[in-house]
């Protein structure tokens, strides 16, 4: 018996495990149908052909360079989708189908944008014969699977108001789930959801009170500031079928940095949110980050998964919040198990009843300058975590950082930002987090940022982007590093994997170039 | 929300105070304004006015497409400045934020959809008060054109990021206690000296914040991407049963790494998990420096390190 062959049966073996104790679906093997690869946001394959023990073995199958106009629309930010063998990839205004097999174009979507920030469109969402992404200029767009033409369009934000859209659609039921960005002026955020079939608006959720008396106004000096408050819905969102809840991020409250007009708390910015997919309302709400003057919007993924508290089996959501912050909760009632710190901050006085972080008021933005960490970049970012059922262990590429803000407007009724943090000194890591205790199991330093999201598998890895420009492998149980391959570009989107004709294939994309690695020796 | 607050006394930044409709009288009220919207404009006109295209603009590269924002005219704008203090200023207030008895025009859909009155026409047509008590549906296109670009600049101030006008006077320390930290908890002269390496620190920088932002983040990635200059981090690479390598760090991962030796040559290597990679960053104290200072430490450093012209 050879070695990886032993390693295969050992990781089986690991998985039956997994399984029986997580009643959780996996993820389809053979496609990549949603943005996180199916509703839960792990981003966790059971696919474990390629593995720790053969990983060296990884090679290029293929690499496509996509040929659009440049700038945000040649730069892969994007989570590919994968159905049928078509790999289906949009960047911003662009829309492709690529053979998943050969990586040889099939066609090309060009939406002609009317203005708008680009700043990387993060991926489509796909039903039946129909996919749907959000473009710069505020419009919710599905192109027919096979042929890319034109559907319908939908416009779901003003663009005079200094909204952009570029947030992955997500399909639950029969609803297209999409949210909106936007922070240059004080507005407010919503989530949409629309018909998959006809495009028309099911129903919007503001994440801000909209008028006096709304859930969580009390939380908002008056109805002008809660309605223009922020809150925007940039991260795609996940999804428990079996408690039909939806779970959104939300970023932060408006004026950004100062906030002399908005006393309270600010809900439901920098919050995770549980919603009706039907209805749309609220079933509940943690606040990660109550009253923010630091601009970390709490826009990210919000990770389901099932797990053992106390010797119980629990349906739990876990974040690692920009804010440095990481909380596991219980998903159907949304009360707190475990509140904590990925990394060192010093911007909190520990945490209230609820499990929420209490803000240290000597840490808001000042004129002459608060020294406080993380930075406005935050401890994490947009970039997807990964939960490994296999492992269990939560994994994200955190930044232990400073900055200093500086409040710019002392008036008592600012706009905007009116302020900024300035300067940046940071050290940064993937790190494995026990979401039992949310204590770091292990930590790699990286020699430089790591802005990247990340995968696992059951081939007990992890895969990342990597400072120097590398995609990277390390053992998902140790944090060793195993393998890597430099990219001319970097890596710029989040890995994923599937198996077609029995071939496990790693994508990755990196700048305007889509690569398949593939585990070609069998 | 809306109160009298007493602007901070000992900063220079661009406060307009708030102020109380009811305590002064009309006239004094307008010329008030008008001098202080002028005031503003001024402030404001020391750094590069944006336009609407441009605030959208703000990182470079991210806006596409045929871009119908209204481009502001300042000339335009000035003309409307003038009839906003006329005609508006009393209940929107000087910066065309709100007041207790009028709305925000600044978050106004009929201001961010309109194009050179194209909204505010139409609105006005209506009735609208007017300080004149003239009708307002007889403002001329042009005079509505006007008052837009006008109110598209306030649009514009509120999208910047950067202080609005006169600088930040961030000088708010303590120079004795500066000077205690420096020789004392701060351990700074271990590195530093005030007749050395830090003489004439005071002048060195343009403003204060580029003081302060050298104090913390001395690799220069603050304001301007200037830092001072520093010494590079060396590396010293030692391969199982091989020599120690010196050099500076030009490149290092998880599987490779560069450096340059004292004779300027690249050498590149293999790391493994048993190759031994010392980092010997110049810096280190500084870094280390940002987990013990408080923001009082900072400011008296900021302080005490002006007044060593």
Known sequence: MNRPRNAASALSLLLLLASAIYAQPPMPTDSWPTYNGDFSGRRFSPLAKINATNIKSLTLSWAWRLNASGGSSSNIRSTPLMMDGVIYLSTEDNAFAVDARTGREIWHYVWASSGGRHNGNKGMAMFGNFLYFETGDCHLVSLGKDDGKLRWSKTICDLDQFYFASVAPVVVGNHVIAGVSGDDTDVGGYLESHDPETGELQWRFYTVPQKKGDAGSETWPNEDMSSHGGGMTWVPITYDPDLKLIYVTTGNPQPVIAYANRKGDNLYTCSLVALNADTGKMAWAFQTSPHDTHDWDSTQTAVLFDGEISGQPRKLVAQAARNGKFFVLDRVTGKAIVSTEFVKTNWSLGFDAKGQPIPDPAKNPSLAGTLVSPNSGGSTNWFPPTFSPATGLFYVNASRNYGEFYLYDATDNPQGWAGNSQGSWSENMLEALDYKTGKVKWSHKWEGGASYGLLSTAGNLIFTGAPGGSIEALNATTGDPLWHARLPSGVSNSPVTWELDGTQYLLVGGGDTLYAFAMLAK | ?309
């Open chain 2, 1 to 309: 929300m809306r109160r009298d607050h007493p602007a901070e006394p000992t900063h220079r930044i661009y406060c307009p105070k708030r102020f109380s409709v009811k305590r002064i009288s009309g006239n004094r009220i307008r010329a008030t304004l008008l001098a202080g919207i002028f005031l503003a404009a001024g402030a404001l006109a020391q750094t590069p006015r944006p336009t609407a295209a441009s605030g959208a603009q703000r990182t470079s590269g991210d806006s596409v497409g045929p871009y119908n924002k209204q481009i502001v005219d300042p000339v335009a704008a000035d003309r409307g400045r003038h009839l906003y203090a006329t005609e508006c200023v009393e209940c929107h207030g000087p910066t065309a934020r709100g007041t207790d008895t009028a709305p925000n025009l600044v978050r106004s859909n009929v201001v961010m959809h309109d194009r050179t009155g194209s909204e505010l026409g139409p609105f006005m047509k209506k009735g609208h008060p007017l300080q004149s008590k003239t009708s307002s549906a007889a403002l001329t296109a042009e005079q509505l054109s006007d008052l837009s670009h006008f109110l598209k600049q306030r649009v514009d101030d509120a999208l910047k990021r950067q202080p609005m006008g006169d600088h930040i006077n961030i000088i708010t320390g303590d120079a004795a206690a500066g000077k205690a930290y420096f020789e004392g908890a701060g351990k700074c002269t271990g590195c530093h000296s005030l007749t050395g390496n830090l003489a004439g620190i005071g002048s060195r920088f343009a403003e204060p914040v580029d003081l302060q932002q050298a104090i913390l983040f001395p690799t220069g990635r603050g304001r301007g991407g200037r830092g001072p200059s520093t010494a590079p981090v060396m590396l010293t690479v030692t391969q199982p049963g091989g020599q120690p390598m010196k050099g500076e760090l030009v490149f290092l991962d998880d599987f490779n790494g560069q450096l340059r030796d004292s004779a300027g040559k690249l050498h590149t290597f293999t790391r493994t998990p048993t190759t031994k990679v010392e980092k010997t960053d110049p810096l280190a104290e500084h870094h280390a420096l940002l987990d013990r200072l408080t923001d009082k430490n900072v400011h008296d450093l900021v302080m005490y390190l002006e007044t060593v012209k």
